[in-house]
């Protein structure tokens, strides 16, 4: 028995490698840094979905595609458009892509679902922040990348080169990471032979969570918190007296430097201009030289992404939302590939209960506990 299945593995999968002792991370065999440095979200959502690269006529058939399943059914707009303004973004979320099982064309080709989830699932995020803030959805474009319409569609402008860059290099950092939480939750659901969209919809329950999703919104808070470089120790010290953890900080795969945290560290150091952003990012680095001298602990990838999300005009609400727009291609890669060799996944407990308890009539009971 291994707490939170650490190490335990639980099956084979050809999508993705992560070697916590070296810090690398491949997506079909491809090193991040490349995939981040010269490869955009059409580019790599394809090579995890479809197992290769794909060759320049695929990947124009691909995002042709993707830019064409952007809108959402009226159903899902109506449903969407019928809830409280303030409701929990990760619930209308896990919402909309169940209805979106509901009304998006179920008899396409797994293939077509997997597309039309990733496309439709950036849309359902901008709609609910438009929606959010009681303002008109802006509809998605369809001469736009997915990076480029993302940020049109949130902020209302087209994104310069230097955003839509960035917002891709976000979306490639967090396509997929292994079974983590929320992808081995995709594959339970995926292996009862449940559809796409429940499965789906499962892994953005998981995602919810605050110690898989949602720890960069808890490292902005934090930073704000701080608000300057020689406040740190004093308050990294406080916390971790208490026994807190420190958002942003750990890895139950990672013995070293999470790659994704350093790329995102450098895209920070970047794009810091305003005297705000510089004295956050001073902050942040502080936080990671006194953990890693206090713990030996290194950051992972949502200690700097809360940074450049707020750079990039994301609200602080729809950080993990929009961390599910960009696992999206994972959570189908793997849902595909579950499917493609499946077994319902059944593990067994170490059972601790009580094994001779005697049956006692309800009326009898009630003396039991006087007696
Ligand atoms: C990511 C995480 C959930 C991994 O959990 P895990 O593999 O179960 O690791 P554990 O919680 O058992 O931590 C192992 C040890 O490191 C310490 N540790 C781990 N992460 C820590 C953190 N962020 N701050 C302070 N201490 C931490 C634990 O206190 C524990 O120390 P102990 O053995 O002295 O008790 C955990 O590191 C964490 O909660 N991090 C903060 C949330 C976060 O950033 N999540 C995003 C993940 S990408």
Same mark, same amino acid.
């Given at each position: 028995m291994s707490k939170g299945l650490e190490d335990v593995v639980a099956s084979? %999968? @050809?999508i993705t490698f992560i070697d916590g002792v070296r810090g690398r991370l491949l997506y079909r065999g491809y090193d991040i840094n490349e995939l981040a440095e010269l490869s955009n979200y059409e580019e790599v959502a394809y090579l995890l979905l479809?197992?290769?690269l794909p060759k320049p006529a695929e990947l %124009? @058939?691909?995002a042709a595609d993707l830019s064409s399943k952007r809108t959402l059914p009226v159903g899902v707009k109506s449903m969407l458009a019928s809830l409280d303004t303030n409701s929990d973004a990760m619930d209308v979320l896990e919402m909309a892509i169940a209805a979106l099982g509901i009304y998006d064309y179920p008899v396409l080709p797994l293939n077509e679902k997997a597309a039309s989830i990733?496309?439709?699932i950036a849309t359902v995020v901008a709609y609910l922040h438009a929606h959010s803030r009681g303002q008109t959805p802006i509809a998605p474009r369809t001469d736009l990348s997915h990076a480029s319409n993302f940020l049109y569609m949130m902020n209302g402008k087209v994104p310069d080169e230097t955003a839509e860059r960035l917002m891709n290099i976000v979306f490639v950092l967090h396509a997929d990471h292994e079974f983590n939480a929320s992808?081995?939750?995709a594959r339970v659901v995926a292996s009862t032979l449940s559809d796409a969209y429940s499965s789906v919809t499962a892994a953005v329950a998981a995602l919810k969570g605050p110690l898989h999703g949602g720890a960069n919104e808890r490292v902005v808070e934090m930073?704000?918190?701080?608000?300057?470089p020689e406040n740190v120790e004093g308050y990294i010290r406080a916390r971790l007296a208490k026994k807190e953890k420190i958002m942003g900080f750990g890895h139950r795969v990672y013995k070293t430097d999470d790659p994704r945290a350093k790329i995102m560290r450098k895209c920070a150091?970047?794009?810091?201009?305003t005297d705000s952003e510089l004295r956050e990012l001073a902050v942040l680095e502080k936080v990671q030289e006194f953990m890693f001298k206090e713990k030996g602990l290194y950051p992972n990838v949502d200690f700097y992404s809360g940074f450049v999300l707020h750079h990039?005009?994301?609200p602080t609400e729809l950080f993990t939302p929009v961390f599910a727009v960009a696992r999206s291609p994972g959570w189908l890669a793997h849902i595909i590939e579950q499917y493609s060799d499946n077994r319902i996944m059944r593990p067994i407990a170490q059972y601790t209960g009580p094994t001779d308890e005697r049956y006692v009539p309800l009326t009898l009971r009630a003396g039991k506990i006087t007696e």
């Amino acid at each position: 028995m291994s707490k939170g299945l650490e190490d335990v593995v639980a099956s084979t %999968s @050809a999508i993705t490698f992560i070697d916590g002792v070296r810090g690398r991370l491949l997506y079909r065999g491809y090193d991040i840094n490349e995939l981040a440095e010269l490869s955009n979200y059409e580019e790599v959502a394809y090579l995890l979905l479809h197992e290769h690269l794909p060759k320049p006529a695929e990947l %124009s @058939a691909f995002a042709a595609d993707l830019s064409s399943k952007r809108t959402l059914p009226v159903g899902v707009k109506s449903m969407l458009a019928s809830l409280d303004t303030n409701s929990d973004a990760m619930d209308v979320l896990e919402m909309a892509i169940a209805a979106l099982g509901i009304y998006d064309y179920p008899v396409l080709p797994l293939n077509e679902k997997a597309a039309s989830i990733c496309s439709k699932i950036a849309t359902v995020v901008a709609y609910l922040h438009a929606h959010s803030r009681g303002q008109t959805p802006i509809a998605p474009r369809t001469d736009l990348s997915h990076a480029s319409n993302f940020l049109y569609m949130m902020n209302g402008k087209v994104p310069d080169e230097t955003a839509e860059r960035l917002m891709n290099i976000v979306f490639v950092l967090h396509a997929d990471h292994e079974f983590n939480a929320s992808t081995f939750t995709a594959r339970v659901v995926a292996s009862t032979l449940s559809d796409a969209y429940s499965s789906v919809t499962a892994a953005v329950a998981a995602l919810k969570g605050p110690l898989h999703g949602g720890a960069n919104e808890r490292v902005v808070e934090m930073v704000a918190e701080i608000h300057s470089p020689e406040n740190v120790e004093g308050y990294i010290r406080a916390r971790l007296a208490k026994k807190e953890k420190i958002m942003g900080f750990g890895h139950r795969v990672y013995k070293t430097d999470d790659p994704r945290a350093k790329i995102m560290r450098k895209c920070a150091e970047q794009i810091a201009t305003t005297d705000s952003e510089l004295r956050e990012l001073a902050v942040l680095e502080k936080v990671q030289e006194f953990m890693f001298k206090e713990k030996g602990l290194y950051p992972n990838v949502d200690f700097y992404s809360g940074f450049v999300l707020h750079h990039l005009g994301m609200p602080t609400e729809l950080f993990t939302p929009v961390f599910a727009v960009a696992r999206s291609p994972g959570w189908l890669a793997h849902i595909i590939e579950q499917y493609s060799d499946n077994r319902i996944m059944r593990p067994i407990a170490q059972y601790t209960g009580p094994t001779d308890e005697r049956y006692v009539p309800l009326t009898l009971r009630a003396g039991k506990i006087t007696e």
